[in-house]
Nanobody, 112 residues
Framework: QEQLVESGGGLVQPGGSLRLSCAGS????????MMWSRQAPGKERELVAT???????NYADSVKGRFTISRDNAKNTVYLQMNGLKPEDTALYYCHTRLTYWGQGTQVTVSS
């Protein structure tokens, strides 16, 4: 079965950190640019971070300098390290490929 499964979300205080993981199965993981997007209630989905097959990364301005995307092709896993979390980072976070595969999402809530 082809799927992406996210984990690592939760409730964290402002200024805290979380690391999200996204494990792929049934997918030739190393062949895909991987992405993390997020969507907060009542807001449009936002592309947060991208990592190419070669390891090049790009970030939304809203998270630049705070979030780091990485991948481990041997483990079919992509990560999103989130530091300096803010309440406005609260959202459902998804990992996905550019077109075909999406995970079910993991909730991140930043609140005191």
């Amino acid at each position: 079965q082809e799927q992406l499964v996210e984990s690592g979300g939760g409730l964290v205080q402002p200024g805290g950190s979380l690391r999200l993981s996204c494990a792929g199965s049934g997918i030739r993981f190393s062949a895909y640019t991987m992405m993390w997007s997020r969507q907060a209630p009542g807001k449009e989905r936002e592309l947060v971070a991208t990592i190419s097959t070669g390891g090049s990364t790009n970030y939304a301005d809203s998270v630049k300098g705070r979030f780091t995307i990485s991948r481990d092709n041997a483990k079919n896993t992509v990560y999103l390290q989130m530091n300096g979390l803010k309440p406005e980072d609260t959202a459902l976070y998804y990992c996905h490929t550019r077109l075909t595969y999406w995970g079910q999402g993991t909730q991140v809530t930043v609140s005191s």
